[in-house]
């Protein structure tokens, strides 16, 4: 796939900056995005690329944002990343229909292996 286009909503702007440095040098383009507010005001549904989505956020969290883009019918894949120790949030992600699930503080290599992997793994298409 051509596009390599990875967004990034988490409401802590140093893990916004350091995802997008790392993600950057892997050569995919980044847009950050304090709230999921802002995410979808700025991203239409249209647009293609993978989601880094943190669940425990002001505002519209994480779950209420996955919701809503399903409901729109949206097939863009979603990545979810925590700081909370909960046993059951990776099954409750994934069962929402996440691609992967990360707990913070998560190797960078593990991100960018999944992303890459996201991007292959339908030949680009996301349907799923």
């Known amino acids: 796939m051509g596009n390599k286009q990875v967004y990034i909503v988490d409401d802590d702007e140093s893990i916004c900056r ?3 440095l790392l993600l950057m040098s892997f050569g995919f383009v980044v847009d950050t995005f304090l709230s ?17 989505l943190d ?8 779950w209420e944002a996955i919701q ?10 979603v990545i ?19 691609v992967g699930f990360l707990q913070k ?16 793994k339908e030949g680009g298409s996301f349907a799923k």
């Open 68 to 77: 809503r883009m399903i409901k729109s019918g949206s097939q863009r894949p």
């Open 18 to 20: 350091a995802l997008k």
């Open 105 to 120: 503080p998560f190797n960078g290599r593990e991100l960018v292996d999944l992303i890459k992997f996201v991007f292959k």
């Open 55 to 62: 669940i425990h956020m002001p505002g519209l969290s994480g």
């Open 36 to 52: 999921s507010e802002s995410f979808f005001s700025a991203v239409p549904n249209s647009a293609q690329g993978c989601l880094i």
């Open 80 to 98: 979810v990343i925590t700081a909370y120790k909960n046993g059951g949030l990776r099954e409750q992600a994934l069962k929402l229909g996440a």
